[in-house]
């Protein structure tokens, strides 16, 4: 069985902070990685996506990936009031996403 | 561009009733994609059409129907469902199929079963 493990939180920062978001998938051949976010009663948005080892950066967020590890993260620095929401970790196995249960951030004023 | 769009936002529907979900981009996206989303859990697969042909039904009861009728829409035929179907109905699209091509949402249809 292919897993995505997340810690379900909350994470709570406050504004201004680094958040660390972490995630770890059971599949040594998976090659594609996505960190999702997703508000309360909406859908989820695709914030970034990472395919090789090391970081990716866009904006406030990098992605950090490390295979031999099975590990990928997301940071988000100048964390925001707005960034207050679910992360979800995707996992990409064959033909499909396998996704964490996500972990909720809460970044304080 | 990434929009994908998902009518009705909200259905209200009896366990004896019929009704259809629509989704439709114009991305180009040869992979297609519905969800089903229950409260605090993550989107679970249902089914994926690649290039408008059904490549993975995740063992979903015969209530939901899934249909392409081309290369931008997307319908899911609903028909005697049970309370427990009550959840957040995602599309997807991707510009390829395959787990290494990003997926995007639309903004899903809240269903509701009395």
């Known amino acids: 069985q292919k897993e995505v493990e997340q810690n379900s939180g909350p994470l709570s920062v406050p504004e201004g902070a680094i958040a660390s978001l972490n995630c770890t998938y059971s599949d040594r051949g998976s090659q594609s990685f996505f960190w999702y976010r997703q508000y309360s009663g909406k859908s989820p948005e695709l914030i970034m996506s990472i395919y090789s080892n090391g970081d990716k950066e866009d904006g406030r967020f990098t992605a950090q990936l490390n295979k031999a590890s099975q590990y990928v993260s997301l940071l988000i620095r100048d964390s925001q009031p707005s960034d207050s929401a679910t992360y979800l970790c995707a996992v990409g196995a064959g033909t499909a996403l396998i996704f964490g249960k996500g972990t909720t951030l809460s970044v304080s004023s | 561009d990434t929009e994908v769009t998902q009518t009705p936002k909200h259905l209200v529907m009896g366990m004896t009733n019929k009704k259809s979900l629509k989704c439709e981009q114009h991305m180009g996206h040869r992979a297609m994609y519905w969800y089903k989303q229950k409260a605090k859990k993550p989107p679970e697969l249902m089914f994926v059409?690649?290039?408008?042909?059904?490549?993975i039904n995740e063992s979903v009861p015969s209530r939901f129907s899934p249909e392409c009728p081309n290369s931008s829409l997307l319908n899911l035929h609903l028909h005697a469902l049970q309370p427990e179907d009550s959840a957040l109905y995602l599309c997807?699209?991707?510009?390829?199929?395959?787990?290494?091509?990003?997926?995007?949402f639309g903004p899903g249809t809240r269903l509701t079963v009395t």
């Open positions: 059409y690649s290039y408008e042909k059904l490549s």
């Open positions: 997807a699209s991707s510009q390829e199929p395959g787990s290494l091509s990003e997926q995007y």
